[in-house]
């Protein structure tokens, strides 16, 4: 069975900090990539996805990941945070092919930004 | 379009006690899912549909179990609650089979405490 795994548990930056939220998956086959952000008190919300083509997506609110094959990563990237950032965020990964109903994510980055 | 719905969004119950919480989508989705929310555990999927009148376990699906009448439809129920399904559940649909993308759409959760 596929894994997600995400390497930090709680980030804390400042305002205008860079950010980068690592994500790991273990399955060798073709895959959809997926970042979803939890706002306190919220539903998960669509952050970015990648499906093929250009390995670098952009997403809304800034934000951007990176697929390296390679490295079965799928890295989450802003150059400068802001308050309004502080969420949740969880990396997804769904196998493409027969029976691949489902989305397995890691579990969970919470990010805290500091004005 | 109201997406994703969710009732009810809260509900205390007594261990022993049972419930059902409903899941509506009105986007014309095939596959609809249950999850469960935890601290530090990310989403853990309980069970899933692929289509009306079909239903399969998740990884976590002990204590519970879920119906598919109609296609707009996903229900959850907890039989004989226990303190460990205190939790917030969270319903996703996503498309059909043609455009299996993997992207869920969420609903706002519900939150389910058990005494």
């Known amino acids: 069975a596929q894994s997600v795994s995400q390497h930090n548990h709680h980030v804390i930056l400042s305002e205008a900090a860079s950010l980068e939220l690592g994500c790991n998956y273990s399955?060798?086959?073709?895959?959809?990539l997926f970042w979803y952000v939890q706002y306190p008190g919220q539903h998960l919300q669509l952050l970015l996805k990648?499906?093929?083509?250009?390995?670098l997506v952009k997403g809304i609110k800034g934000f951007e990941a990176e697929f390296i094959k390679s490295k079965f990563s799928f890295n989450l990237r802003k150059p400068s945070v802001q308050w309004s950032d502080t969420a949740e965020y969880f990396c997804?990964?769904?196998?493409?092919?027969?029976?691949?109903?489902?989305?397995?994510f890691g579990k969970g980055t919470k990010l805290s930004v500091i004005p | 379009n109201a997406g994703v719905t969710q009732t009810p969004k809260f509900r205390v119950l007594k261990t022993g006690q049972s419930m059902t919480l409903l899941c509506a989508q009105d986007m014309n989705h095939e596959y609809m899912y249950w999850y469960r929310q935890d601290p530090g555990m990310g989403l853990r999927l309980i069970h899933y549909s692929v289509g009306e009148g079909t239903t399969a376990k998740g990884e976590v699906p002990d204590g519970y179990n879920v119906s598919r009448l109609k296609k707009q439809n996903f229900l959850l129920g907890l039989e004989s609650a226990a303190p460990s399904q205190t939790s917030v559940y969270f319903c996703a649909s996503s498309y059909s089979r043609t455009v299996n993308t993997g992207e869920l759409f969420f609903g706002e959760g519900s939150r389910l405490t058990v005494l």
């Open positions: 399955y060798g086959g073709t895959v959809n």
């Open positions: 997804a990964v769904n196998q493409v092919g027969a029976g691949s109903y489902q989305l397995t």
């Open positions: 990648y499906f093929s083509g250009d390995p």
